[in-house]
């Protein structure tokens, strides 16, 4: 779970709700960006939201290597269809879409607490789910976490997928048996664990919610 010491008591200086809009502007963005031009512009303004909202850029790089893979995998297959040349460019094009898309999510989970996501989400919408998109948005880094734990331990017992195997079609089987399904499976007890936790609090009996601040007194 994200802390609220990893969050920069510098980044407090910018609302939560203005990240909130930035990050969603960039991830909506991502939709529209189709050429290597729109796709770099659109790399330099999430460099630039990082040192804005004061995220640790070292913890971002390292969960951002799992998109390795699945860039990767998008290329392969568009080779495949469409040949050498138009399947690597569109391939490439497809993945760092992707790639641009979940970014700013992972940008806003080290820059805001779950409560200032939380609050600031409340304004504009119901508060219960104001606190599952707060969740969901908090918990996408310890999922990343998960996959890398996963993807290193099935690499000790033999799978074959690593970067050098995947490059045959033949060991794809072995990257959706021994990491995508586990990777689901742990998905499902996590959500049935916050989901237990929040019944056990009695979440969503009352209208008025608080949040905590993070400080403790």
């Known amino acids: 779970m994200i802390s609220v010491s990893s969050v920069s008591s510098k980044s407090s200086k910018i609302?939560?709700?203005?990240?909130?809009?930035?990050?969603?502007?960039?991830?909506?963005?991502?939709?529209?960006?189709?050429?290597?031009?729109?796709?770099?512009?659109?790399?330099?303004?999430?460099?630039?939201?990082?040192?804005?909202?004061?995220?640790?850029?070292?913890?971002?790089?390292?969960?951002?290597?799992?998109?390795?893979?699945?860039?990767?995998?998008?290329?392969?297959?568009?080779?495949?269809?469409f040949g050498w040349a138009p399947g690597f460019k569109s391939g490439l094009l497809l993945s760092l879409q992707f790639v641009f898309f979940l970014l700013p999510g992972i940008i806003l989970s080290h820059s805001i607490t779950p409560a200032q996501t939380a609050k600031s989400l409340s304004l504009v919408m119901p508060h219960y789910l104001a606190f599952v998109l707060s969740v969901c948005l908090h918990f996408i880094h310890i999922l990343l976490e998960e996959i890398r734990e996963i993807y290193e331990a099935q690499l000790l017992r033999g799978a074959k997928i690593s970067s050098k195997e995947l490059m045959k079609p033949s060991n794809w089987k072995d990257l959706i048996t021994c990491l995508l399904i586990p990777t689901i499976i742990y998905g499902f007890s996590m959500a049935r664990q916050i989901s237990f936790a929040a019944k056990s609090r009695a979440f969503n009996i009352y209208q008025k919610r608080t949040y905590w601040n993070g400080h403790y007194e």
Do not use: D
Request: proline fraction near 4%; glycine fraction near 6%.
């Open 15 to 81: 609302p939560g709700g203005l990240k909130i809009i930035g990050c969603m502007s960039l991830s909506i963005a991502a939709f529209a960006s189709r050429t290597p031009y729109t796709l770099g512009l659109l790399f330099l303004c999430n460099i630039l939201a990082i040192i804005l909202f004061n995220s640790p850029f070292i913890e971002i790089v390292k969960e951002c290597k799992f998109f390795i893979f699945q860039c990767i995998i998008i290329v392969l297959l568009y080779i495949l269809k």
